[in-house]
């Protein structure tokens, strides 16, 4: 059983489209990070997500923690076929990091 | 400042073999996570230690699996009688310290292969 659980698993869409992908639990969390991780490498931290409601931005992505610090969400706008990888959070609690099991996300040019 | 560092990159070995993988963390970085990773698939966290100690081991297997982290060198985790199951990507990540809003750095993974 996952602790964390993303959604959707896996999503394909055009260029220049807009997306949501989701990341959930049952477990409160007291940072949540989201991870980027293309083929044959490992992945690379995106943004850490700390105080509940709070909103990031990072270009052309808007992450949002949970009001309850349970669940993220990540929205890319306008999709590039660079944002192609595999997302992945993690929930942090004291010793713990664990992951989900990721959204493996395809832009088609 | 060199990155996690984890070698070998690939790792074939046999059926009831020993496969054996390093890890050397960030400088300066004294916690050290291990993670396996099938294909099109998640992170399954394995074992975090800290220098000389195992902290959380809960996601290893009970049989064949070992890891250790000793005061100088490598962490290594080691896989004993390797079985075509065991082949997966082993990533290790390093943090500073045990604070919840510490990034982790990942290493580019070892990729097993059993045959």
């Known amino acids: 059983t996952q602790l964390l659980e993303q959604s959707p698993q896996f999503l394909s869409i055009q260029e220049g489209e807009n997306l949501t992908v989701y990341c959930n639990s049952s477990?409160?969390?007291?940072?949540l990070q989201w991870y980027r991780q293309e083929p044959g490498e490992g992945p690379v931290l995106l943004v850490t997500?700390?105080?509940?409601?709070e909103v990031k931005k990072l270009k052309r992505l808007t992450f949002q923690f949970g009001d309850a610090r349970k669940d993220s969400s990540l929205h890319i706008t306008a999709a590039q076929p660079g944002d192609t990888g595999l997302y992945l959070c993690?929930?942090?609690?004291?010793?713990?990091?664990?992951f989900g099991a990721g959204t493996r996300l395809t832009v088609k040019p | 400042n060199a990155g996690v560092m984890q070698n070998p990159r690939h790792l074939v070995r046999r059926r009831g073999q020993e496969a054996r993988l390093r890890c050397s963390p960030m400088?300066?970085?004294?916690?050290v996570y291990w993670y396996r990773q099938l294909p099109e698939e998640g992170l399954k966290f394995m074992v975090y230690l800290q220098k000389e100690n195992i902290i959380d081991e809960s996601g290893m297997p009970k049989e064949r699996f070992s890891a250790e982290f000793p005061k100088e060198g490598p962490s290594i985790l080691r896989i004993q009688q390797v079985v075509r199951g065991d082949s997966a990507a082993y990533f290790c990540?390093?943090?500073?310290?045990?604070?919840?809003?510490?990034?982790?750095?990942f290493g580019q993974g070892t990729r097993l292969t059993v045959v």
């Open positions: 993690a929930g942090h609690n004291n010793n713990d990091m664990r």
């Open positions: 997500v700390v105080t509940g409601g």
């Open positions: 400088k300066g970085h004294s916690h």
């Open positions: 477990s409160v969390f007291s940072s």
């Open positions: 990540a390093s943090s500073p310290s045990r604070s919840s809003n510490t990034e982790a750095f």
